[in-house]
């Protein structure tokens, strides 16, 4: 079925989320890319708090966020998402078959060749970060995102961005960077930094921050009973 552009869109993201997750949320990617395109959406917001509802459910199995219905259309996952905005807008992918398939090829390797290397590093310098294991871990765990970061590095060698203009392929890889940065930190990958940079001071991707943040306007959980 063609996708229609003037199609309502709408977005589900959360209103209430710990305070180090703002900014975070990975419904941002699905804003930024509705925002490089011009494309008008709607938020419907959940609180990350609270038990998801079986109508959400039926929307994202996992209860996460994003999902995202374009008329018709129902996805959740966020590369799913970009990739289906991206067939809206010449902005997010482009005609050439060869620089659509590395649009794709490069989106994906965000995802499954990098970003797991990121959460480990999110669990051990987080989420785990009293277990004498995570510190044990922590040096390799460096070490292997190091390894997956340097090959990006070397790609984008004279270039602004990974295929040719910006794409789709940016947002996934600039969204994952972001969080790398935040917990290796990029000095040893001047491409990389550069590059990361160059992404983040896009004025989509203010806006798009700006309208997340604006979401959060939940109150907290409430405390459990003794």
């Known amino acids: 079925m063609p996708i229609d552009p003037h199609s309502e869109i709408i977005v589900f993201a959360y209103s209430w989320v710990p305070e180090m997750a703002k900014g975070y949320v990975r419904d941002l990617r ?36 994003p999902a995202l219905i ?26 050439d078959p060869q620089d659509r398939a590395s649009t794709q090829s490069w989106l994906l390797a965000a995802f499954n060749s990098v970003e797991s290397f990121v959460f480990e590093l999110f669990f051990v310098n987080i989420i785990f970060r ?36 910006f794409t789709v392929a940016d947002i996934a890889m600039a969204t994952v960077l972001r969080e790398a940065n935040d917990h290796l930190g990029l000095a040893d990958f001047a491409n990389l930094d550069a ?32």
């Open 195 to 226: 590059y990361l940079k160059r992404c983040l001071a896009r004025p989509a991707f203010q806006r798009a921050l700006d309208a997340q943040m604006a979401d959060f306007t939940g109150p907290p959980p409430a405390a459990p009973a003794n």
């Open 130 to 165: 009293k277990e004498e294991w995570a510190k044990l871990r922590k040096p390799s765990a460096e070490d292997f995102l190091r390894r997956r970061l340097a090959p990006i590095d070397k790609a984008l060698t004279g270039k602004d961005y990974l295929v040719g203009p």
């Open 70 to 95: 374009d008329g018709d259309i129902h996805l959740f996952e966020s590369g799913a998402i970009l990739l289906h905005l991206a067939e809206k807008s010449e902005v997010l992918m482009p005609k």
């Open 30 to 65: 699905a804003r930024w890319a509705l925002e490089e395109a011009g494309l008008g959406y709607k938020t419907r917001t959940l609180h990350a708090g609270e038990e998801r509802p079986d109508w959400f459910l039926a929307e994202q199995p996992f209860g996460q966020v």
